[in-house]
């Protein structure tokens, strides 16, 4: 089983930036990837980014693209969402993931990943 805990939300006005953290513990060493998600009122969870454990490998959003930085320490098993010029539709609970199984994997499909963090809110004002 692994933990996941989301810190670094808040408030920040349009065109602010912030930066999410999720740390994992427990059974780390089996993390294939990680990813983050989010989930505006009244809208279905939606996938913002998501990054291989060993590889690196990196995927986006197109609506976060160029904004968005997913990157992961992986001596702290931490892996942060640097998120620049913020737009108000950002405003979202902001949930981390994490996959145990190795490929083939959709890294946008949700039902791929098998722990969840208890979200984090972000709330960008106009």
């Known amino acids: 089983q692994v933990q996941l805990v989301e810190s670094g939300g808040g408030l920040v006005q349009t065109g602010g930036s912030l930066r999410l953290s999720c740390a994992a513990s427990?059974?780390?060493?089996?993390?294939?990837?990680m990813g983050w998600f989010r989930q505006a009122p009244g809208k279905e969870r939606e996938f913002v980014a998501a990054?291989?454990?060993?590889?690196?490998?990196?995927y986006y959003a197109d609506s976060v693209k160029r904004r968005f930085t997913i990157s992961r320490d992986n001596a702290k098993n931490t892996v942060f969402l640097q998120m620049n010029s913020l737009k108000p539709e950002d405003t979202a609970v902001y949930y981390c993931?994490?996959?145990?199984?190795?490929?083939?994997?959709?890294?946008?499909?949700?039902?791929?990943?098998?722990?969840w963090g208890q979200g984090t809110q972000v709330t960008v004002s106009s």
């Open positions: 427990g059974r780390t060493f089996s993390t294939y990837a």
């Open positions: 990054i291989t454990w060993l590889g690196g490998l990196t």
């Open positions: 993931a994490s996959r145990i199984r190795h490929p083939p994997w959709v890294p946008t499909d949700e039902g791929q990943y098998d722990n």
